[in-house]
């Protein structure tokens, strides 16, 4: 199986902040990445497919870039409503395995 | 709208079954390959399960292998997932989650169920 490790686990920022997360694979996915938000007591929410592709409907604040092992989401400017644990997933080969999570703290 | 609703969720004994069901609308269910994603309480998401578009290809976590089984029916909009032999380690909140792209399996989830718990327990 392909492990997804994130870092950091926590960070905590302030609204206006720019955040940067990571997300690397334990072997080469090209560009089959996601990444997802959470919110507490809420299912996940599809911000990045593709590695770089913005869903429909998601701010323009959030960004993807990488492929192969290494990948990063970046918020530009947080706002309040973006405090939430963000996850990427891999979705180059089956079992499709997600990261262990980011928190979002303010 | 597009909208999954998760339901069958509850408390059941280790060893116990239980039907999970996922009811679609708001779009032509038979054109999406779907999945079953769960949650432990305070921990992150695990894949389960997937099914192609007629139900006739599906896949499996290894953790649950032998034991799940996912199936739908195109007619009724509705997915499901039969959990057997459940173990004190099922114990999650169960998400449906639709495949992003028609027909196309690439494995982006999108969007997703709001979830039924289920717990195993004594």
């Known amino acids: 199986d392909i492990q997804m490790t994130q870092s950091p686990s926590s960070v905590s920022a302030s609204v206006g902040d720019r955040v940067t997360i990571t997300c690397r694979a334990s072997q080469g996915i090209n560009i089959w990445l996601a990444w997802y938000q959470q919110k507490p007591g809420k299912a996940p929410k599809l911000l990045i497919y593709?590695?770089?592709s913005l869903q429909s409907g998601v701010p323009s604040r959030f960004s993807g870039s990488g492929s192969g092992t290494d990948f990063t989401l970046t918020i530009s400017s947080l706002q309040p409503e973006d405090f939430a644990t963000y996850y990427c997933?891999?979705?180059?080969?089956?079992?499709?395995?997600f990261g262990q999570g980011t928190k979002l703290e303010i | 709208e597009v909208q999954l609703v998760e339901s069958g969720g509850g408390l059941v004994q280790p060893g116990g079954s239980l039907r999970l069901s996922c009811a679609a609308s708001?779009?032509?269910?038979?054109?999406?390959?779907m999945h079953w994603v769960r949650q432990a309480p305070g921990k992150g998401l695990v894949w389960v399960s997937r099914i192609n578009s007629d139900g006739s290809y599906t896949d499996y976590a290894d953790s649950v292998k032998g034991r799940f089984t996912i199936s739908r029916d195109n007619a009724k909009n509705t997915l499901y997932l039969q959990m057997n032999s459940l173990r004190a380690e099922d114990t999650a909140v169960y998400y449906c989650?639709?495949?992003?792209?028609?027909?196309?399996?690439?494995?982006?989830?999108?969007?997703w169920g709001q979830g039924t718990l289920v717990t195993v327990s004594s």
């Open positions: 708001g779009f032509t269910f038979s054109g999406y390959w």
């Open positions: 997933q891999q979705a180059n080969s089956f079992p499709f395995t």
């Open positions: 989650a639709r495949d992003k792209d028609y027909y196309d399996s690439y494995n982006f989830f999108d969007p």
């Open positions: 593709a590695a770089s």
